[in-house]
T-cell receptor, first 116, second 113 residues
Framework: NAGVTQTPKFQVLKTGQSMTLQCAQD?????MYWYRQDPGMGLRLIYY???????DKGEVPNGYNVSRLNKREFSLRLESAAPSQTSVYFC???????????????FGSGTQLSVL | GESVGLHLPTLSVQEGDNSIINCAYS??????FIWYKQESGKGPQFIID?????DKRQGQRVTVLLNKTVKHLSLQIAATQPGDSAVYFC????????????FGTGTQLKVEL
C-alpha cells in the first residue's frame, strides 16, 4: 500500500522557472493538502482541497497554484519560482469532508526544492 | 493569527527513561489535537490524537495529556528507545474551520545511549 506518493523527491530550479509537484494517494481520501516546511517554522499550509473539484487557500498561498485533477491526484505549481520558495514540500491526504470527519493527515515523503 | 508553540526546541533523554514533550496552544476554539513524529528525510508520521472532550489518551508506549484550562498538550513516551529520536510536532484543528491543521515548530528528541 503506497499511501501518499510525491514526485519528484529533489528539484533544483533557477529563479523564474516553473514546475509542477505531483501528488497521488491511493486511500480513497476526500481531502488533500500541500504544506511547506522551513527550518524552525514547522509546516505551513499552502493550499488544500476538501473534496474533488474544490480548492482553497491556506496560510501561505502566494506564488502557488493547485489543481485537484481527480480524487487521487493533487498537484502544486510554481509559475515563476523565487528563492523564497526554497523549502521542503509535503503533500498529505485525509478522510475528511462531506460525511467523513477523520482529521488525521497522512503525509508523503516530501520534495526538497531549491531555487537558485 | 493563532499559533501552536513548543516550550523546548531540543530534548535529550537517556535510553530507557520517559520523555515528555510539551506544547502550548492559544486558540480556545481548537477541538482536535494530534502528535506527529518526523524522522530525518521523511514525512511526518501519525503518533496519537485526542479530542477536546478528553483529558488523556493512551497508545502503545505513548500518552497524550490535554489540559484545556491552561491550553497545554503533552506527549509522554515511556521507556524511550533510540528509534524514538526524531522531531515531534503537535498540531491543532479549530472547530468549524474545516480540516486545516496548524502545526507547532517542533521539538527535537535525542536519545542518548
Amino acid at each position: 500500500n503506497a499511501g501518499v506518493t510525491q514526485t519528484p523527491k529533489f528539484q533544483v530550479l533557477k529563479t523564474g522557472q516553473s514546475m509542477t509537484l505531483q501528488c497521488a494517494q491511493d486511500m480513497n481520501h476526500n481531502s488533500m493538502y500541500w504544506y511547506r516546511q522551513d527550518p524552525g517554522m514547522g509546516l505551513r499550509l499552502i493550499y488544500y482541497s476538501a473534496s474533488e473539484g474544490t480548492t482553497d487557500k491556506g496560510e501561505v498561498p502566494n506564488g502557488y497554484n493547485v489543481s485537484r485533477l481527480n480524487k487521487r491526484e493533487f498537484s502544486l505549481r510554481l509559475e515563476s519560482a523565487a528563492p523564497s520558495q526554497t523549502s521542503v514540500y509535503f503533500c498529505a491526504s485525509s478522510d475528511w469532508g462531506q460525511a467523513a470527519t477523520n482529521e488525521k493527515l497522512f503525509f508523503g515523503s516530501g520534495t526538497q526544492l531549491s531555487v537558485l | 493569527g493563532e499559533s501552536v508553540g513548543l516550550h523546548l526546541p531540543t530534548l535529550s533523554v537517556q535510553e530507557g527513561d520517559n520523555s515528555i514533550i510539551n506544547c502550548a496552544y492559544s486558540n480556545s476554539a481548537s477541538d482536535y489535537f494530534i502528535w506527529y513524529k518526523q524522522e530525518s528525510g521523511k514525512g511526518p508520521q501519525f503518533i496519537i490524537d485526542i479530542r477536546s472532550n478528553m483529558d488523556k489518551r493512551q497508545g502503545q508506549r505513548v500518552t497524550v495529556l490535554l489540559n484545556k484550562t491552561v491550553k497545554h498538550l503533552s506527549l509522554q513516551i515511556a521507556a524511550t528507545q533510540p528509534g524514538d529520536s526524531a522531531v515531534y510536532f503537535c498540531a491543532e484543528n479549530i472547530q468549524g474551520g474545516g480540516n486545516k491543521l496548524t502545526f507547532g515548530t517542533g521539538t527535537q528528541l535525542k536519545v542518548e545511549l
